[in-house]
């Protein structure tokens, strides 16, 4: 395969992915916004994939300091992000009126 | 055990003929996982019941990837990546547990800066691999690394930009000179050209530092001059550049699990700005070039000196105690008061009377999209009583009170009437519709985006002038003394 059809590939896989985002997402109910936002992010720290990849194949000094930053930069979003996630949806709560403190 | 088997035989004629390996198939078998994880994720985002849910099925999706890239045949050694890991692990887990809920815009803004300086060296760390070690990289793949490199740069200080802009680090006005939209696209042209003459030839190594510095210097210059009332487009809008520098990443890289993650992240970032600069009736070029809030010098308006009607907490408790229905209108000094729990107990209070609470909440009400439902719903106020715009507008001339705490533009009638305000055509909750309306602020001064209001000069407003937690908690000391 080419490459020129690899990237052909890979755009087909973009737009469908694009497409797929644009409809689940504005299902988001708006009142999970800041939470879907944090959510994203720690999702779209899955470059930490490719950094792990650089950090630990070791070509060259440079990358591997490179890379390893990359990775703790990551992962520090995927860690904190699924995290302060889960603590904010576990604030989303339906409470009956008549169970109300007081 | 002969399925087992025939897979390994599988794969070992796989092996011979050039295809990938056990390893190789296994990893692609995480990625795909992961994939499919993080799409179902944000499907069960849908709704405040299957949430926690999609966050945990995210969680998996994100284990099962990250596994994946541990057991990459090309990997030698494992002590930078576990350095990195546990240095992740330092920076994000403090940073989500003990942040408040009132400083989350800060800390999105933060992570959108760290994600993307992570793409970014991602990017320069595949560049000099190339350059040095080779293979080297052919025009198509240079143009899209530059691209993706100069993405995450300006998505890096761009971010850093608006954090400290919500962390009132960098003044919240909006930062200009003369001739800052020019000198901005002057210093994108010559990022691109550096890029473009990069792609045609990939070996000038030297211009890669240069396509750094220019797309970081671009990312502060494009930040600073929007001013602090339009954060909630602007990390919306950051989001959606991060998470294209990483879908870009992953066509440089040939990974299509980065291509997917990615453009779902650019995706919600994408719908998230469009839905904020709906809510304030702006253009996307008009939040990134306008420089808003920068010279309201007012100059139309009525010059005649108004009146307002200033009332107490004791009055305000009586005629809410009286009403049927009360919507309350939070804004983002209500968040600064730190009003929410009191606001809780006044909630209390009213529904124990039988009074009908609900909360109406403005798109841009925070400092972030959704923002200001995180922080009733830390305040334990359940969810079904906040209700969003388009949905409450229809009760307010129905309504007995609408209170209005620490929220201004969006309550502005002006919007609807006025076309030489600002922020004429800016959808608003219809506040002023409601038998009584009364508004709890500090003084008579204008808001955020520094218009007055009439809202406050109607007849039938009532304005409680004072700290929000404060007057909150005498009004809730006055219902609850009545009670006994």
């Known amino acids: 395969m080419s490459l020129f059809d690899q990237f052909i590939g890979h755009l087909y896989v973009f737009i469908l992915a694009a497409f797929l985002g644009l409809s689940v997402i504005t299902r988001v109910s708006p009142m999970l916004h800041t939470p879907l936002m944090s959510l994203t992010n720690a999702i779209s720290a899955i470059s930490v994939v490719a950094a792990i990849e650089i950090a630990g194949k070791q070509e060259s000094t440079l990358a591997t300091i490179l890379g390893t930053t990359a990775v703790a930069l990551a992962f520090a979003n995927v860690v904190g992000g699924f995290m302060i996630t889960d603590r904010m949806l576990k604030m989303f709560k339906k409470r009956e009126p008549a169970a109300a403190k007081h | ?484």
């Open chain 2, 1 to 484: 055990m002969s399925m087992l088997l025939t897979l390994a035989e599988v794969v070992e004629a796989g092996t011979k003929a050039g295809s990938p390996d056990l390893q190789q198939i296994f990893s692609t078998a995480t990625y795909i996982i992961a994939g499919i994880c993080f799409i179902l994720s944000l499907k069960w985002l849908s709704s405040p019941t299957s949430a926690r849910r999609g966050n945990i099925v995210g969680e998996i999706g994100m284990a099962a990837a990250i596994i994946g890239a541990l057991l990459q045949h090309n990997i030698i050694s494992y002590e930078w990546i576990i350095t990195g890991l546990v240095l992740g692990t330092l920076i994000g887990a403090p940073l989500a547990i003990w942040m408040p809920m009132t400083a989350v815009p800060q800390r999105t803004a933060f992570s959108h800066a760290c994600g993307a300086l992570a793409a970014a060296l991602v990017g320069t760390a595949h560049f000099y691999i190339a350059a040095n070690v080779g293979p080297a990289l052919d025009h198509t793949t240079m143009a899209i690394l530059c691209v993706e490199v100069l993405l995450g740069a300006l998505t890096f200080t761009g971010s850093l930009m608006a954090f400290g802009k919500l962390q009132e680090i960098l003044p919240q006005r909006p930062i200009t000179f003369k001739g800052q939209n020019y000198f901005n696209f002057l210093i994108l042209g010559l990022a691109l050209a550096t890029g473009v003459v990069l792609s045609i030839n990939p070996s000038m190594t030297m211009l890669f530092p240069l396509l750094l510095v220019l797309a970081m210097l671009f990312g502060v210059l494009l930040i600073i001059p929007i001013g602090g009332a339009d954060m909630p487009t602007v990390i919306a809008l950051l989001n959606s550049y991060a998470g294209m520098s990483a879908c870009l990443m992953g066509f440089v890289l040939h990974n299509q699990l980065l291509i997917i993650a990615g453009a779902l992240d650019g995706a919600s970032g994408f719908v998230l700005s469009i839905i904020m600069c709906k809510a304030m009736n702006r253009s996307f070029t008009n939040v990134l070039f306008g420089a808003f809030g920068q010279l309201q010098t007012t100059a139309g308006g009525p010059g005649e000196k108004r009146t307002v009607r200033s009332g107490t907490p004791e009055e305000a408790a009586q005629i809410m105690e009286a009403a049927q229905s009360v919507i309350i209108i939070p804004g983002y000094g209500m968040a600064v008061a730190q009003a929410q729990h009191k606001v809780r107990e006044m909630f209390d209070q009213l529904t124990k009377r039988g009074v009908d609470v609900k909360f109406a909440i403005h798109p841009v009400a925070g400092r972030m999209p959704g923002h200001m439902n995180v922080l009733l719903a830390e305040a334990e106020i359940p969810y079904d009583k906040l209700i969003e715009m388009d949905e409450i507008n229809g009760e307010f001339p129905q309504c007995d009170v609408a209170l209005v705490i620490g929220a201004n533009d969006v309550v502005n009638p002006a919007a609807r009437h006025d076309k030489n305000s600002p922020i004429y055509g800016m959808p608003i909750l219809d506040a002023d519709k409601a038998r009584t309306v009364m508004a709890i602020k500090r003084s008579m001064k204008p808001g955020f985006a520094g218009i007055e209001n009439e809202l406050y000069f109607a007849d039938n407003c009532m304005m409680l002038f004072g700290d929000a937690k404060a007057v909150v908690a005498s009004v809730a000391k006055e219902l609850a003394d009545a009670a006994k």
